[in-house]
Nanobody, 123 residues
Framework: QVQLVESGGGLVQAGGSLRLSCAASGRTFSGNAMAWFRQAPGKERELIAA???????YYADAVKGRFTISRENAKNTVFLQMNSLKPEDTADYYCAARGSGLIGTMTSMYDNWGQGTRVTVSS
């Protein structure tokens, strides 16, 4: 059974940093695109960062220059380093895996999801 488990969320002051981890089990995702989405209260889930099977990355404009996605295939784990956090980054953050190695921009393109981890940024 495929499982994605996020960790690393929490409460941080504006300007601070957090590092989210997504550990996959049940199969290897080394050749698959992986992504981080987030969903703030009352808003739709949005793609913020993704990494292809070959290592190419994508960032939403809102996080570009502040967030970095990376993967460690040997550990079947994807990370999201979040720096210079802002109150508007407050949301539930979800890890997702796609059946393809290509980055997808919509939630429907991803087949496996984690349960989410909450990030709260105080002003």
């Amino acid at each position: 059974q495929v499982q994605l488990v996020e960790s690393g969320g929490g409460l941080v002051q504006a300007g601070g940093s957090l590092r989210l981890s997504c550990a996959a089990s049940g199969r290897t995702f080394s050749g698959n695109a992986m992504a981080w989405f987030r969903q703030a209260p009352g808003k739709e889930r949005e793609l913020i960062a993704a990494i292809s099977g070959s290592g190419r990355t994508y960032y939403a404009d809102a996080v570009k220059g502040r967030f970095t996605i990376s993967r460690e295939n040997a550990k079947n784990t994807v990370f999201l380093q979040m720096n210079s956090l802002k109150p508007e980054d407050t949301a539930d953050y979800y890890c997702a895996a796609r059946g393809s190695g290509l980055i997808g921009t919509m939630t429907s393109m991803y087949d496996n999801w984690g349960q989410g981890t909450r990030v709260t940024v105080s002003s």
